[in-house]
């Protein structure tokens, strides 16, 4: 079984600033990491996955993660917040062996002001 | 299409109405998924077809939910009596792989549902 914490359900920067939203994940197996956006009244948006191979991966408009396995984090940063950044943000974790289904966080809504 | 599409968009339902709701997946995707998601939570898994063949339902939170894929293609994900604790917006997913997830998962807009 997995599961996914995201710690802060609200996270504030200033435009400019370096954006930093955690995860903590449980997995039983190796897991497949990923983190998802979601913009008001969409679908969610795959930002960037870690599945195997270099822990640090980037993803679509400049955001990366880093899978760290002795932590249990999958932590998504940006160097410098865009006000088009705010949004709601998702980390999901599956298994990386046979037939898994994605397990979601509860999501860190992301406010940048100017 | 372009895209995953749900329909509707938006419904509202009297306690005790019976709803479906439909998923136009990416053509060609094998993989399609349901999820659940209240107000402030993230999704929550209902379940899965991988073509026409239903998987995993484990996630289906009781027997008043009911989901379909019969030619492998468009789903459809039925409630029966709905009740106030079924107000969410329903999420479906496509992905062109088969078992696993190393293939990306793509979402549609999701169908908002508000029972009365």
């Known amino acids: 079984a997995q599961s996914v914490t995201q710690l802060g359900s609200h996270v504030s920067v200033s435009e400019g600033a370096l954006v930093l939203l955690r995860c903590n994940y449980s997995s039983s197996v190796p897991p497949y990491l990923f983190w998802y956006v979601q913009y008001p009244n969409q679908g969610l948006q795959l930002l960037l996955k870690y599945t195997t191979g270099a822990t640090l991966v980037k993803g679509i408009n400049g955001f990366e993660a880093e899978f760290k396995k002795s932590e249990t984090s999958f932590h998504l940063t940006k160097p410098s917040a865009h006000m088009s950044d705010a949004a709601e943000y998702f980390c999901a974790v599956s298994a990386n062996s046979g037939y898994s289904t994605l397990t979601f966080g509860k999501g860190t809504m992301l406010l940048v002001s100017p | 299409g372009a895209g995953v599409s749900q329909s509707p968009r938006y419904k509202v339902a009297k306690r005790g109405q019976d709803v479906a709701l439909r998923c136009d997946p990416i053509?060609?995707?094998?993989?399609l998924f349901w999820y659940q998601q209240a107000l402030g939570q993230g999704p929550e898994f209902l379940t899965y077809f991988q073509n026409e063949a239903q998987l995993d339902k484990s996630g289906l939170p009781s027997d008043r939910f009911f989901a379909e894929r019969p030619e492998g293609s468009v789903s459809t994900l039925k409630i029966q009596r709905t009740q106030q604790e079924d107000s969410a917006v329903y999420l479906c997913?496509?992905?062109?792989?088969?078992?696993?997830?190393?293939?990306?998962?793509?979402f549609g807009e999701g169908s908002r549902l508000t029972v009365l």
């Open positions: 053509s060609g995707h094998v993989s």
């Open positions: 997913a496509s992905s062109s792989s088969g078992q696993g997830l190393g293939g990306e998962l793509f």
